[in-house]
């Protein structure tokens, strides 16, 4: 058991949820890069031999479902999303603590709504093995699918984040869990 390195429970799960994070990240970059690839080349296409390739049109449409709910989680772990830290810098940073947690807990309540709202249009999708009608048959219902999985994974990270706050608003040092405990199957 190494004593050196101790991590808290919290501290672990934020640690492989962000690698988790990061991958389905990775998978929305590559889904930028081919939309952009397949839109060149069918403009190109569409220019050189007066003839689209069909199906990119569609295709993209999924991808970018792809591209924007599946990076929303890291957006938030880096803190890209807008903020006005103009008035954050001029608080104390016990403020600041309760600022964000009540900031972020009204996220939570938005997100969910917006999670199980998404989550009943995926089921009525589903029901009906939605198709987009277009120049090529799509299937979009797993794409819907994605929606509510995207705002599910933002949740937890605003959860983590609420905990995050609190923590840093209690001054007390979470309970240690350490790496040889760790690795025994806890996590």
Known sequence: ??????????????????????????????????????????ASARYIFNHPLPGVFELNE????????????????????????VFLLR?????????????????LIFV???CYQTYLGFLDSFRIREFRWGSVQMPIWWAKGLVPLGFLMLMIQLVLDIWSEMVGLSGIKEIEISEGLSSGGIL
């Open 62 to 85: 999924v991808m970018l479902v792809i591209c924007v709910y599946m990076g929303m989680t890291w957006t938030q772990m880096e803190r890209g999303h807008i903020r006005v830290e």
């Open 1 to 42: 058991m190494n004593d050196a390195v101790k991590l808290t429970l919290v501290e672990r799960i934020e640690s492989k949820y962000r690698k988790f994070s990061v991958a389905l990240s990775c998978l929305s970059g590559i889904t930028i890069a081919l939309m952009m690839i397949s839109t060149t080349i069918d």
């Open 112 to 114: 969910g709504i917006l």
């Open 91 to 107: 608080v104390s940073p016990r403020t600041r603590h309760i600022l964000n947690i009540l900031c972020w807990g009204v996220t």
